[in-house]
Nanobody, 114 residues
Framework: QVHLVESGGGLVQAGGSLRLSCGVS????????MGWYRQAPGKQRELVAL??????SYADSVKGRFTIFRDNARNTLDLQMNSLKPEDTGVYYC?????????WGNGTLVTVSS
């Protein structure tokens, strides 16, 4: 069974930074697709950043501000978020595809005040 636990969310002022971390209960080596998603209040969940077969992609709204990191030694997937905006507010979820299916964490809340 694969378990994901997100951490690092919180309240930050606009222009500030946060680093989210997703701890994965199994080795990352067999996992080719990993990403961060977010869901703002009243909106659908959307992709923020993705690592797929070694290639990294970002939503247009976060390009140049967010960076996704994969650490195979620590079994973690991090998201460094800089220059945060109020529209970045939402619950951030970690997702991995591997070991036969996809897995989600329970999310961590990020609130950016103006």
């Amino acid at each position: 069974q694969v378990h994901l636990v997100e951490s690092g969310g919180g309240l930050v002022q606009a222009g500030g930074s946060l680093r989210l971390s997703c701890g994965v209960s199994v080795s990352l080596f067999p996992i080719n697709v990993m990403g961060w998603y977010r869901q703002a209040p009243g909106k659908q969940r959307e992709l923020v950043a993705l690592i797929s077969s070694g290639r990294i992609s970002y939503a247009d709204s976060v390009k140049g501000r967010f960076t996704i990191f994969r650490d195979n030694a620590r079994n973690t997937l991090d998201l460094q978020m800089n220059s945060l905006k109020p529209e970045d507010t939402g619950v951030y979820y970690c997702n991995v595809v591997g070991y036969g299916t996809g897995y989600w964490g329970n999310g961590t809340l990020v609130t950016v005040s103006s």
